[in-house]
């Protein structure tokens, strides 16, 4: 079949505006949920509702194809019909003290146990101070030590008693008790204890020796009704401690009475408290005490043992939590336990502890990018250690890797109840799943979301809808029927399918937000055709920069590009530059020498190192074409070289593969080549053409060329057969065509590539394995043939020289 020229219609495909019913957007339902996203959309829901470890989901796609926005509609909708979580609070462990207690409550209740507790430890510095300032207290307190000062008097009296018996009289001192004799009642001052016999001294020493035994065994007695005085006044103490703050904990009990954590740890503070009475009992000092201030904040410190840290308060959440984590650091995903300067030691308690994303997230939801913590220290290996154990272990980064050996506070961990939803490209993903043994294991779902979606009534409708969504949500101007169409048609540029319409919400979305201040500045109320044209061209002006630049240096001959005529072995290829931001068409000029050799086809850019991989590969597929079509009748020898002239910055991609084709066979056969064309397309060894991407960028690319320089009516872009459904050409390229002035054609093969850019017959090959005459390939054949001839007659020649220097 040969070459097609393409009618207007196939260039592109517009939306009627009398075919949407409604005057401007204010009319169409806001649309709530996902548009042309099925797939991902029954995955992300099923993995929303299984409730099973590892069953979390990893939403993979382009950027812009509104990942992030669906997951968090979607997780808050879905959350508000699940219960609420508990809150958590941690608390002095009394057994234990490094090792603080996480405890749960009923969300709500978290903050209410916090308030009851600071009411009580109100109560305690009111009610213990004023229980011991009683005289009941003091009466009893005051029987204790008169019965202790009774009994000492007694085991004295005994002492003394003893000592005396013996001649001795005591005197007390720091050390314990001194014997010294006595003479006729008086006691011997050391001149006359010197002066007695030795005798008597050892009498007296042994005496001394009988009472210090004595005494030792009256102090063992009075130690003991000592002790005895201490328990009994510490007996006393807790008792009366007790009558004043018994009822308090008795009421915090029974409100807690279905928390059997809670009312150990309860028992475990009243019992504490008992034993530190003196923490609440106001002694004023009688005289200034320069050291009491460092005694007060002794005091305080104390008192925080009894104070609680509410860790998570779920108190103001409808449904289960949802929580998108920007920063997924380290600390931000699993929290920390902060550190303060005191007096220069740096200290910590329990109640520095900070939460983290997945403390807040527990029960409920966690949105992650991937990208962001798989860049962040630790982050993603925290995450999986987490997921697999299901419990949520506050610990110090620093200590992973040895650079932290100071004493530090170790929570008790926390329950872990969570779907992760992590967001990220194809390529994240592959990577995980292919080199990350635990990712497969933790993350089951995948959400792959397309680009793309079919172009039909319903999806156009559904587009409006998403319009009337995003003019409700961000206070935008209403759409009108036409303002609408030229959205639909901008989408299915996007998607560079006619029957397709794009998936790319974020540019629909700046579109609208462009849209609408060009409406601002217009002054109308309403965002027609007009204005979303407008938006659209100015984007593309913003980033057009160096294709004008290119367009310009053709106009003035510094980029050198033929646009009409003939030439052997020249041919116009269209390859298309991405700056990011913006892409489009540049035309290139491709040039091919072919001549006598056996080193097949020279790319010269492979020579020089700027010929990508895909590039390469396409240029040795034309060896294969030309050894299929023209070597079964004769050997090839054959070299040749290519080129895409003024070509610095590299190339790649096999898009022009059809374009050096045909352009070294018009050199072999020395046929020239139309000018006023341009070509993509690839090929395969079989000679056909392939489609190829960027085609409606570089259609006008090549058609600003041709304007600059001046359109004739009879140049035009030669696209292959399967590229017709990708065409959505602006509408000014649409209208030259519509005048005659600009012209798009069809290929499937390269015969039929030669015979439009040669105007001469490809040329079928016959029974005998040869062209019929004066067509294309007869003459590439014949050159071909040529050039065996004359390396078999070089050759023959060489040999016969041989010969004769044999002789």
Same mark, same amino acid.
Not at 506 to 529: M, P, S
Not at 576 to 604: C, E, H, M, W
Not at 625 to 643: C, F, K, Q
Not at 747 to 753: A, F, M, R, S, W
């Given at each position: 079949?040969?070459?097609?020229?393409?009618?207007?219609?196939?260039?592109?495909?517009?939306?009627?505006?009398?075919?949407?019913?409604?005057?401007?957007?204010?009319?169409?339902?806001?649309?709530?949920?996902?548009?042309?996203?099925?797939?991902?959309?029954?995955?992300?829901?099923?993995?929303?509702?299984?409730?099973?470890?590892?069953?979390?989901?990893?939403?993979?796609?382009?950027?812009?194809?509104?990942?992030?926005?669906?997951?968090?509609?979607?997780?808050?909708?879905?959350?508000?019909?699940?219960?609420?979580?508990?809150?958590?609070?941690?608390?002095?462990?009394?057994?234990?003290?490094?090792?603080?207690?996480?405890?749960?409550?009923?969300?709500?209740?978290?903050?209410?146990?916090?308030?009851?507790?600071?009411?009580?430890?109100?109560?305690?510095?009111?009610?213990?101070?004023?229980?011991?300032?009683?005289?009941?207290?003091?009466?009893?307190?005051?029987?204790?030590?008169?019965?202790?000062? @009774?009994?000492?008097? +007694?085991?004295? %009296? #005994?002492?003394? !008693?003893?000592? $005396? =018996?013996?001649?001795?009289? *005591?005197?007390?001192?720091?050390?314990?008790?001194?014997?010294?004799?006595?003479? @006729?009642?008086?006691? +011997?001052?050391? %001149? #006359?204890?010197? !002066?007695?016999? $030795? =005798?008597?001294?050892?009498? *007296?020493?042994?005496?001394?020796?009988?009472?210090?035994?004595?005494?030792?065994?009256?102090?063992?007695?009075?130690?003991?009704? #000592?002790?005895?005085?201490?328990?009994?006044?510490?007996?006393?103490?807790?008792?009366?401690?007790?009558?004043?703050?018994?009822?308090?904990?008795?009421?915090?009990?029974?409100?807690?009475?279905?928390?059997?954590?809670?009312?150990?740890?309860?028992?475990?503070?009243?019992?504490?408290?008992?034993?530190?009475?003196?923490?609440?009992?106001?002694?004023?000092?009688?005289?200034?005490?320069?050291?009491?201030?460092?005694?007060?904040?002794?005091?305080?410190?104390?008192?925080?043992?009894?104070?609680?840290?509410?860790?998570?308060?779920?108190?103001?959440?409808?449904?289960?939590?949802?929580?998108?984590?920007?920063?997924?650091?380290?600390?931000?995903?699993?929290?920390?336990?902060?550190?303060?300067?005191?007096?220069?030691?740096?200290?910590?308690?329990?109640?520095?502890?900070?939460?983290?994303?997945?403390?807040?997230?527990?029960?409920?939801?966690?949105?992650?990018?991937?990208?962001?913590?798989?860049?962040?220290?630790?982050?993603?290996?925290?995450?999986?250690?987490?997921?697999?154990?299901?419990?949520?272990?506050?610990?110090?980064?620093?200590?992973?890797?040895?650079?932290?050996?100071?004493?530090?506070?170790?929570?008790?961990?926390?329950?872990?109840?969570?779907?992760?939803?992590?967001?990220?490209?194809?390529?994240?993903?592959?990577?995980?799943?292919?080199?990350?043994?635990?990712?497969?294991?933790?993350?089951?779902?995948?959400?792959?979301?397309?680009?793309?979606?079919?172009?039909?009534?319903?999806?156009?409708?559904?587009?409006?809808?998403?319009?009337?969504?995003?003019?409700?949500?961000?206070?935008?101007?209403?759409?009108?029927?036409?303002?609408?169409?030229?959205?639909?048609?901008?989408?299915?540029?996007?998607?560079?399918?006619?029957?397709?319409?794009?998936?790319?919400?974020?540019?629909?979305?700046?579109?609208?937000?462009?849209?609408?201040?060009?409406?601002?500045?217009?002054?109308?109320?309403?965002?027609?055709?007009?204005?979303?044209?407008?938006?659209?061209?100015?984007?593309?002006?913003?980033?057009?920069?160096?294709?004008?630049?290119?367009?310009?240096?053709?106009?003035?001959?510094?980029?050198?590009?033929?646009?009409?005529?003939?030439?052997?072995?020249?041919?116009?290829?269209?390859?298309?530059?991405?700056?990011?931001?913006?892409?489009?068409?540049?035309?290139?000029?491709?040039?091919?020498?072919?001549?006598?050799?056996?080193?097949?086809?020279?790319?010269?850019?492979?020579?020089?190192?700027?010929?990508?991989?895909?590039?390469?590969?396409?240029?040795?597929?034309?060896?294969?074409?030309?050894?299929?079509?023209?070597?079964?009748?004769?050997?090839?020898?054959?070299?040749?070289?290519?080129?895409?002239?003024?070509?610095?910055?590299?190339?790649?991609?096999?898009?022009?593969?059809?374009?050096?084709?045909?352009?070294?066979?018009?050199?072999?056969?020395?046929?020239?080549?139309?000018?006023?064309?341009?070509?993509?397309?690839?090929?395969?060894?079989?000679?056909?053409?392939?489609?190829?991407?960027?085609?409606?960028?570089?259609?006008?690319?090549?058609?600003?060329?041709?304007?600059?320089?001046?359109?004739?009516?009879?140049?035009?872009?030669?696209?292959?057969?399967?590229?017709?459904?990708?065409?959505?050409?602006?509408?000014?390229?649409?209208?030259?065509?519509?005048?005659?002035?600009?012209?798009?054609?069809?290929?499937?093969?390269?015969?039929?590539?030669?015979?439009?850019?040669?105007?001469?017959?490809?040329?079928?090959?016959?029974?005998?394995?040869?062209?019929?005459?004066?067509?294309?390939?007869?003459?590439?054949?014949?050159?071909?043939?040529?050039?065996?001839?004359?390396?078999?007659?070089?050759?023959?020649?060489?040999?016969?020289?041989?010969?004769?220097?044999?002789?």
């Amino acid at each position: 079949m040969a070459w097609e020229k393409l009618n207007v219609e196939e260039l592109r495909i517009n939306c009627n505006p009398e075919e949407i019913s409604f005057k401007t957007t204010a009319e169409v339902p806001p649309l709530e949920g996902m548009i042309g996203q099925e797939r991902a959309v029954r995955a992300t829901e099923f993995g929303l509702r299984i409730k099973r470890p590892g069953y979390n989901i990893f939403m993979t796609g382009l950027t812009g194809t509104g990942k992030s926005s669906y997951a968090q509609s979607i997780i808050e909708k879905m959350s508000a019909e699940e219960p609420v979580p508990d809150d958590w609070i941690y608390v002095y462990n009394f057994d234990h003290p490094g090792e603080p207690l996480a405890l749960n409550l009923t969300a709500g209740m978290g903050y209410t146990f916090c308030m009851k507790i600071q009411e009580l430890l109100e109560d305690l510095k009111q009610n213990i101070p004023k229980a011991f300032e009683g005289e009941d207290y003091e009466r009893q307190k005051s029987v204790y030590i008169k019965e202790f000062q @009774e009994a000492r008097g +007694i085991h004295f %009296e #005994e002492l003394n !008693k003893a000592a $005396q =018996e013996q001649g001795f009289t *005591l005197k007390r001192t720091t050390s314990g008790f001194v014997t010294i004799p006595l003479h @006729e009642g008086e006691q +011997i001052s050391e %001149e #006359e204890y010197a !002066k007695l016999d $030795q =005798e008597v001294k050892d009498k *007296l020493e042994k005496k001394s020796t009988e009472v210090q035994l004595k005494a030792m065994e009256i102090m063992r007695r009075v130690q003991k009704v #000592e002790k005895e005085l201490k328990e009994k006044l510490r007996e006393l103490d807790q008792r009366i401690g007790l009558v004043a703050i018994g009822h308090l904990f008795n009421e915090l009990t029974e409100d807690y009475k279905d928390y059997p954590t809670l009312i150990k740890y309860l028992n475990a503070f009243r019992d504490d408290v008992l034993s530190n009475l003196a923490d609440f009992r106001s002694e004023e000092e009688e005289q200034p005490n320069p050291m009491m201030w460092l005694r007060r904040q002794s005091q305080e410190q104390a008192e925080m043992r009894y104070t609680v840290n509410l860790l998570v308060d779920n108190r103001d959440i409808k449904g289960a939590p949802m929580v998108y984590e920007t920063n997924p650091s380290y600390y931000n995903l699993l929290g920390r336990v902060e550190y303060e300067n005191r007096f220069g030691m740096v200290v910590t308690d329990f109640s520095m502890i900070k939460a983290g994303a997945l403390h807040r997230a527990n029960g409920g939801y966690l949105i992650l990018q991937a990208r962001d913590v798989l860049t962040a220290l630790q982050s993603w290996d925290v995450l999986k250690r987490v997921l697999r154990t299901r419990e949520i272990r506050i610990e110090n980064i620093g200590e992973h890797f040895g650079l932290v050996a100071m004493a530090t506070l170790r929570p008790q961990p926390i329950p872990l109840n969570i779907k992760v939803v992590m967001i990220g490209n194809p390529y994240l993903y592959q990577v995980l799943y292919h080199y990350d043994e635990d990712f497969r294991k933790l993350f089951k779902i995948k959400a792959d979301f397309d680009i793309e979606m079919e172009r039909h009534s319903d999806n156009i409708n559904k587009m409006a809808g998403f319009i009337s969504y995003h003019c409700k949500k961000q206070g935008l101007r209403q759409f009108n029927p036409s303002a609408v169409s030229e959205i639909v048609e901008y989408s299915t540029r996007l998607a560079e399918k006619q029957n397709k319409l794009s998936t790319r919400f974020n540019e629909i979305v700046d579109l609208l937000f462009e849209a609408d201040t060009w409406a601002e500045l217009d002054g109308v109320k309403v965002v027609g055709r007009k204005q979303v044209q407008k938006a659209l061209d100015e984007m593309v002006y913003r980033s057009s920069k160096y294709e004008q630049k290119v367009v310009e240096a053709i106009k003035d001959n510094v980029i050198l590009l033929d646009l009409k005529g003939t030439k052997v072995g020249q041919v116009n290829a269209l390859s298309v530059l991405d700056q990011g931001d913006y892409s489009f068409g540049r035309p290139s000029r491709i040039t091919a020498v072919a001549y006598l050799g056996r080193k097949g086809i020279i790319n010269i850019e492979r020579e020089s190192d700027l010929s990508g991989k895909i590039h390469n590969k396409g240029v040795l597929i034309l060896g294969g074409y030309i050894g299929m079509r023209y070597g079964s009748e004769v050997p090839i020898n054959l070299t040749a070289s290519i080129t895409f002239e003024q070509s610095y910055g590299g190339v790649d991609g096999d898009s022009a593969s059809a374009a050096e084709l045909i352009c070294i066979l018009s050199s072999l056969a020395e046929v020239p080549l139309r000018q006023d064309l341009a070509l993509t397309g690839s090929v395969n060894q079989k000679g056909e053409i392939q489609p190829v991407g960027g085609i409606n960028s570089k259609i006008e690319g090549f058609y600003l060329a041709c304007k600059a320089v001046g359109l004739n009516g009879k140049q035009g872009v030669v696209i292959p057969e399967q590229n017709r459904n990708n065409l959505m050409l602006k509408k000014e390229v649409v209208e030259m065509v519509k005048k005659g002035r600009f012209h798009i054609y069809a290929i499937k093969t390269v015969d039929e590539g030669l015979e439009l850019l040669s105007n001469l017959e490809a040329g079928m090959i016959g029974k005998d394995g040869t062209f019929k005459e004066e067509t294309f390939n007869h003459k590439v054949f014949q050159k071909l043939k040529k050039f065996n001839e004359l390396l078999k007659s070089e050759n023959n020649d060489r040999f016969g020289a041989d010969l004769r220097k044999v002789d």
